[in-house]
Nanobody, 121 residues
C-alpha cells in the first residue's frame, strides 16, 4: 500500500490550502483514514480522522472549525481542506490509513511521505 501526500506550500496567515493523499488501493479497504502533523522540534500530533464505513469525522481542538477532512472514493484520495491558517499550523502533514479508527499514530499501518505547510505571519 502506498500513500502519497501533496498540496503543501507557503501561505499567508488567514489563507487556504487543500492537501491531497492519493492511495494505491481503494480507501474503503481501510477502517480509518487520518491526517497527522509534525512541527519542527515537536512530536507528531493528530489533526483529523475519518471512519470509512460511515464517514464519521473527528478533529483536534486546535483545528476544529477550520479544517475539513473528506475523501473521493472513486479517486482513492483523502483530502484535508485548511481554512484560516495560522502560523502555528506550520508543519509537515502526513496522511495515514489503517484498520483502526484512532487518534494515535501508532495504530495506523500505512503512511504517506508528508507534505510541508508553511504559514507566514
Amino acid at each position: 500500500v502506498q500513500l502519497q501526500a501533496f498540496g503543501g506550500g507557503l501561505v499567508q496567515a488567514g489563507g487556504y490550502l487543500k492537501l491531497s493523499c492519493a492511495a494505491s488501493e481503494r480507501t474503503f479497504r481501510f477502517y480509518g483514514l487520518a491526517w497527522f502533523r509534525q512541527a519542527p522540534g515537536n512530536e507528531r500530533e493528530f489533526v483529523s480522522r475519518l471512519r470509512s464505513h460511515d464517514g464519521h469525522t473527528q478533529y483536534a481542538d486546535s483545528v476544529r472549525g477550520r479544517f475539513t477532512i473528506s475523501r473521493d472514493i472513486g479517486k482513492n484520495t483523502v483530502y484535508l481542506e485548511m481554512n484560516s491558517l495560522k502560523p502555528e499550523d506550520t508543519a509537515v502533514y502526513y496522511c495515514a490509513a489503517g484498520f483502526s479508527y484512532s487518534t494515535n499514530g501508532d495504530d495506523y499501518a500505512y503512511w504517506g511521505s508528508g507534505t510541508l505547510v508553511t504559514v507566514s505571519s
